[in-house]
């Protein structure tokens, strides 16, 4: 059975081509509302085990991921894992890809898709990018690859960190810097990718032009963005019922009793079919949060098998 390793998995396809991925499983007719959800272990330690499994037209597939917090002070990555593709209607195994190199790559294409619908169009815009690890730089290019960036400014807890991911930036174009969460108020997009389990800015900042994607968890008591810029946001999700079970970023609120179940707007599945549309004037931020399917992982894994090909 092949393997793609992160090193053959690296250019494969662009960030652009796998949001491209994610869509057309979204017009096949996929329903991600029936995508089995994610099946978490406790590890002594510290650390979970999630498994993530997948079926669509000519293939299935699942996730085995771990995310040890710990690792960072080994010197290794949060997340590791593995995938295994397989052939539909037969089962047949017919790869193993890098887990943490797909969900690198994956990501940032759900988001660069939301993006393609949600974030303002036709002018160069100013992005705040809160993080510094690889989610932070896979949706720096991502966003590259679906809308002109006038300037970046990093937020990070890690100073250096912060630095380097200014420079790589630079390096692509926009001009790049660090700078503080106030600066929220002055973004036209704003990018959450943290393992933050608390609100990361004041959401009363951001203006009513704006569009806010937070990435960063899949638990319901954690969260990147606060109550008082959901309860005023237009909030999109992957699927009503995962972002009900597991997006602390709208469950704190509603626990809290600032919003209700019907608070979310619409799905990317809603964007993507034309079902509804966030362009025109804005009256209030534009707020995706993801929380990461299987369906996701499946649709681009699917990609770059057939870009392999192996």
């Known amino acids: 059975m092949p393997q793609l390793s992160a090193e053959a998995m690296a250019g494969l396809i662009t960030p652009a081509a796998a ?19 994610r ?11 999630l498994l993530m499994p997948a079926a669509s037209g000519a293939y299935a ?18 997340i590791t894992g593995s995938y295994l ?9 017919l790869a193993l890809l ?24 036709g002018r160069p815009l100013r992005l705040v990018l809160f993080g510094s690890g690889p989610q932070a730089y896979g949706h720096l290019e991502a966003t590259l690859a679906v809308r002109e960036l006038a300037e970046v400014v990093v937020v990070a807890r890690d100073p250096g960190g912060a630095r380097r991911l200014a420079a790589h930036a630079r390096s692509l174009g926009p001009a790049a810097r660090t700078g503080t969460p106030k600066e929220v108020a002055d973004a036209d997009l704003v990018i959450c990718c943290t393992t933050a389990r608390e609100p990361l800015f004041d959401g009363r900042l951001v203006g009513p032009g704006a569009t806010v994607v937070a990435v960063g968890s899949h638990e319901p008591t954690a ?15 992957e699927s009503r019922a ?3 079970r597991e997006a602390g970023d709208l469950l704190v609120p509603k626990a809290e009793g600032a919003i209700g179940p019907g608070h979310i707007t619409g799905t990317l599945a809603d964007l993507v079919g034309g079902r509804m549309s966030a362009g025109g004037p804005r009256s209030c931020p534009q707020l995706f949060k993801s929380v990461g399917m299987a369906w996701e992982d499946l649709a681009v894994a699917v990609a770059l098998y057939e870009a392999a090909g192996v």
């Open 19 to 37: 949001a491209d991925a994610l869509a057309a499983a979204l017009l096949g007719g996929l329903d991600p509302e029936s995508c089995p959800p």
């Open 39 to 49: 099946s978490a272990i406790a590890v002594p330690g510290g650390g979970e085990l």
């Open 61 to 78: 597939g699942v996730k085995i991921a771990g995310v040890a917090p710990g690792n960072a002070a080994r010197g290794l990555p949060r």
């Open 85 to 93: 593709l397989l052939d539909g209607p037969t089962l047949r195994p």
């Open 98 to 121: 890098d887990g943490a190199a797909l969900t690198t790559l994956r990501t940032p294409a759900v988001s660069a898709l939301a993006l393609r619908h949600l974030a303002p169009a």
């Open 223 to 237: 969260r990147e963005t606060d109550t008082a810029l959901v309860r005023r946001a237009a909030v999109y999700v």
């Open 242 to 244: 995962a972002a009900l």
